[in-house]
């Protein structure tokens, strides 16, 4: 069940699906045994959520920018290997956003959604150390940094669980 190598209480999220974000705290090093089996990893957490999984990697110069703002229409895991990475948060636009509907690489952000994010302190804001697994609810939206003097790892880091039926 590699599921519950990432994350506490499988069970739990299988059913509710959360909608706020969580943050997994695993050792150092503890999940580097999962990318070497990284076809292995998707089809088994494929099996056991029955969602579509595509994983992504990202590396991240030392205090850089990763993605500007965006959202995902997606449920994502990240799962940070090595530097450290913040996330800062807003709350979502879209409500429940999926492939068909309310995709951000269609809809884009509303002249007021830009000047809100411009002029908006993120409500939250985490950063995740080596080990740190990281649950990301579809529509939040964020822009990730490196954070320190090392580059930010997330070799196989972004699990998309494309759930297509709208959890409340």
Known sequence: MPLADLVDDVPEILKNWPTEPLLFHRAPGALAHLWSLDSVLRREIQGETGCLVHVNAYLTPPG???LKYHYDPYVTLIVQLSGRKAWPLHPPFVENPMTEHGNFL???????????LAHTAPVRTFTLEPGDVFWLPRGFVHSPYAVGHEPSLEPGDVAELARQATRA
């Open 106 to 116: 269609e809809r884009g952000f509303t002249r007021e959604e830009r000047h809100h």
């Open 64 to 66: 850089a920018q990763g």
